[in-house]
Nanobody
Framework: QVQLVESGGGLVQPGGSLRLSCAAS????????MNWYRQGPGKERELVAT???????SYADSVKGRFTISRDNAKKTVYLQMNSLKPDDTAVYYC????????WGQGTQVIVSS
């Protein structure tokens, strides 16, 4: 059974940075894709970034050039480095493993406000 645990959220001023982490249990992490999603207040959950098992990445247009997804297979952890944060980035951020029994993490809150 896979479990995903996010951390690193918090309150940050516009223009600031945060790094989110998603730690996975289980032995299949190395060979699977990982995603970051977010859900802002009153909004639908949206895909933010994807990283494949080979390390290829893709991003939503709204975060391209500001966010970076990466992974450390030895630590079974995927990261989301978020720079130049905007108030519109305020959301609960979730990691998701679509090929590991469609497993979601519990989410971590990010608030961008002055």
């Amino acid at each position: 059974q896979v479990q995903l645990v996010e951390s690193g959220g918090g309150l940050v001023q516009p223009g600031g940075s945060l790094r989110l982490s998603c730690a996975a249990s289980g032995s299949s992490f190395r060979s699977t894709w990982m995603n970051w999603y977010r859900q802002g207040p009153g909004k639908e959950r949206e895909l933010v970034a994807t990283i494949t098992s080979s390390g290829a990445t893709s991003y939503a247009d709204s975060v391209k050039g500001r966010f970076t997804i990466s992974r450390d297979n030895a630590k079974k952890t995927v990261y989301l480095q978020m720079n130049s944060l905007k108030p519109d980035d305020t959301a609960v951020y979730y990691c998701y493993a679509p090929f590991l029994n469609n497993t979601w993490g519990q989410g971590t809150q990010v608030i961008v406000s002055s």
